[in-house]
């Protein structure tokens, strides 16, 4: 039991990445005051944990009743995240009286939310770890305890993101932008690339 909790957890934590969030973060949300972006973190992990949960419930059932592969859905979401990661090496600063919701777009959703806490792996991971065929439900629901224990950890990191924003500056935020920029580029390209690999069978 003990061993099955670890496991979940390292894998959960890998695909999650709750330390890769805090640069996404800083992004997402420069310019933006403290309590903005305290009230945005909320939303993203709160909107993180109902995609995942839902995914634990009946993605598995959703993606099998439309005839969507797993690998499929990991091609899609890795373009999905590629195209967030030009976006980070591309993009210019924003002003520093941004508001919190510009043109209906609100960061909390995209890009923090999805794809970079609920990505495509993410889901996948949570997909696998909790098959119906496999794992019984207290088994599920375990799993879904470990989801939320590093959600709360993701929370906590981008909570603390401002104090890590003053000490770097702006520069240093635009530096650790496009770096993760280039970081998640080559993340997707992998992700697509996996996709395919277990779609076509190949190097299985």
Do not use: C
């Given at each position: 039991?003990?061993?099955?909790?670890?496991?979940?957890?390292?894998?959960l934590?890998?695909?999650?990445?709750?330390?890769?969030?805090?640069?996404?973060?800083?992004v997402a949300?420069?310019?933006?005051?403290?309590?903005?972006k305290?009230?945005?973190?909320?939303?993203?992990?709160?909107?993180?944990?109902?995609?995942?949960?839902?995914?634990?419930?009946?993605?598995?059932?959703?993606?099998?009743?439309?005839?969507?592969?797993?690998?499929?859905?990991?091609?899609?979401?890795?373009?999905?995240?590629?195209?967030?990661?030009?976006?980070?090496v591309?993009?210019?600063?924003?002003?520093?009286?941004?508001?919190?919701?510009?043109?209906g777009?609100?960061?909390?959703?995209?890009?923090?939310?999805?794809?970079?806490?609920?990505?495509?792996?993410?889901?996948?991971?949570?997909v696998?770890l909790?098959?119906?065929?496999r794992?019984?439900?207290?088994?599920?629901?375990?799993?879904?305890?470990?989801?939320?224990?590093?959600?709360?950890?993701?929370?906590?990191?981008?909570?603390?993101?401002?104090?890590i924003?003053?000490?770097?500056?702006?520069?240093?935020?635009?530096?650790?932008?496009?770096?993760?920029?280039?970081?998640?580029?080559?993340?997707?390209?992998?992700?697509?690339?996996?996709?395919?690999?277990?779609?076509?069978h190949?190097?299985?």
């Amino acid at each position: 039991m003990i061993q099955d909790i670890i496991k979940d957890f390292l894998i959960l934590w890998a695909v999650v990445d709750p330390i890769g969030s805090i640069p996404v973060f800083l992004v997402a949300t420069h310019g933006y005051s403290a309590t903005a972006k305290r009230r945005i973190a909320g939303r993203a992990t709160l909107t993180s944990a109902g995609i995942l949960l839902f995914f634990i419930v009946v993605g598995q059932v959703l993606l099998e009743g439309l005839s969507i592969p797993l690998p499929s859905f990991q091609v899609a979401g890795g373009i999905v995240l590629f195209l967030f990661a030009l976006s980070m090496v591309f993009a210019e600063n924003k002003p520093d009286n941004a508001p919190e919701v510009t043109d209906g777009h609100d960061p909390a959703i995209f890009p923090i939310a999805v794809p970079n806490i609920a990505g495509p792996g993410s889901m996948m991971a949570v997909v696998v770890l909790t098959d119906n065929s496999r794992y019984a439900i207290s088994e599920q629901a375990l799993t879904a305890a470990v989801l939320l224990l590093i959600l709360l950890i993701t929370f906590i990191l981008m909570l603390t993101a401002g104090a890590i924003q003053k000490v770097i500056g702006k520069s240093g935020t635009s530096v650790v932008s496009r770096v993760m920029g280039l970081i998640l580029a080559a993340m997707a390209v992998e992700i697509v690339l996996s996709g395919i690999r277990e779609y076509f069978h190949i190097g299985m």
